[in-house]
């Protein structure tokens, strides 16, 4: 049985698809939470026929990434992605889209086949069970007239599911929108509050122990277990790098912190994320 979602009305009308070596395959969970990904929708990296599909995530990768300044070059969807780890989404055929759509996803009339909308990237950080998510994106705030909302959140929970992932390392920015998503699952443990190795220095490295009650949440089953957090400290406001460095400081001087729940966008738009000081180990 298919665990519900907060938009089953759209996961119905999608398919999942997920792009994996064929000879990992027996790795992944290919019905994750009774989602099945019919057989036609595994889509083999190393076969030629797949480069249209790619194409399609490409463009999904630059109508959301695009904008945030951080796209994908193409060798890393087959390096990094999908020959070494998974990309696991959601999908429309072409022929369910409206003409005017078809020509915002550059698909040419003639176009057959899968449009990816949705896809969650990652890769082995630590075999088997603790993988790297370095991609999450969904139109549904580039197309809100698809009525996808929730997308992410449950692309993302589906697929950690698939991945049989049991620990999810990430990075992203004090000041990303994806932290609303990631926090549904569950406190994110922080291993870096700012990251000069990153393209963007105040980006965050965070932890999260995957849970079937933060699945469940963060996809909006209606019957999820509820998720113990702890109460929040203080706050990192997105534009205070200065507070970003001392947090780091006292990371690498040994402290742990978690991030406790979803940032709070003040009325200047910046976002303030709540973070609690948690017992050094
Ligand atoms: C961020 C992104 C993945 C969200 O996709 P989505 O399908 O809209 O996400 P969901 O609907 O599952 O959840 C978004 C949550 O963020 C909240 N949110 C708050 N402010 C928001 C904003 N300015 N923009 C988007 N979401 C916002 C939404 O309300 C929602 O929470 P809710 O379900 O409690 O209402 C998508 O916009 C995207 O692809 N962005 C560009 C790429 C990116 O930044 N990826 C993440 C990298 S770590």
């Known amino acids: 049985m298919k665990t519900p979602t907060r938009n089953d009305e759209a996961i119905q009308l999608l398919e999942p698809f997920l792009a994996a070596d064929p000879r990992h395959l027996a790795a992944f969970d290919t019905s994750p939470m009774g989602h099945e990904i019919p057989l036609a929708n595994l889509i083999d990296p190393t076969r030629a026929a797949s480069s249209e599909f790619f194409d399609r995530l490409g463009v999904l990768d ?8 951080m796209p994908m070059p ?31 996803l550059r698909l040419a009339d003639d176009a057959t086949g899968l449009v990816p909308v949705a896809m969650y990237i990652a ?13 999450l994106a969904s139109l549904n705030r580039v197309l809100p007239e698809l009525k ?18 049991e620990e999810q390392i990430g990075a992203t920015q004090w000041d990303s929108t994806a932290l609303h998503v990631h926090t549904k699952f569950g406190p994110l443990g922080l291993l870096t509050a700012w990251t000069p190795a990153h393209a963007f220095t105040h980006s965050l490295t965070y932890r999260l122990p995957v849970a079937e009650a933060g699945l469940r949440s963060a996809m909006g089953d209606p019957d999820a277990p509820p998720i113990d957090r702890p109460e929040p400290e203080f706050e990192i406001a997105a534009d205070d790098h200065d507070a970003m460095r001392e947090l780091q400081r006292r990371i690498e001087a040994g402290e742990r912190f978690v991030i406790t729940g979803p940032p709070r966008v003040d009325v200047n738009r910046v ?5 609690a000081v948690m017992p050094s180990a």
């Open 74 to 104: 193409r060798w890393l969807f087959y390096e990094a992605s999908a020959f070494t780890g998974g990309i696991f989404g959601f999908a429309f055929r072409v022929e369910t889209l409206p003409a005017d759509l078809r020509v915002r």
């Open 62 to 69: 630059g109508l959301t990434f695009g904008p945030e300044g």
């Open 123 to 135: 890769i082995p950080a630590d075999p088997p069970r603790v993988w790297y998510g370095h991609n």
């Open 148 to 165: 996808l909302a929730g997308l992410a959140s449950i692309t993302k929970a589906l697929g950690l599911r698939c991945f049989r992932c």
């Open 271 to 275: 976002q303030h994320t709540p973070v």
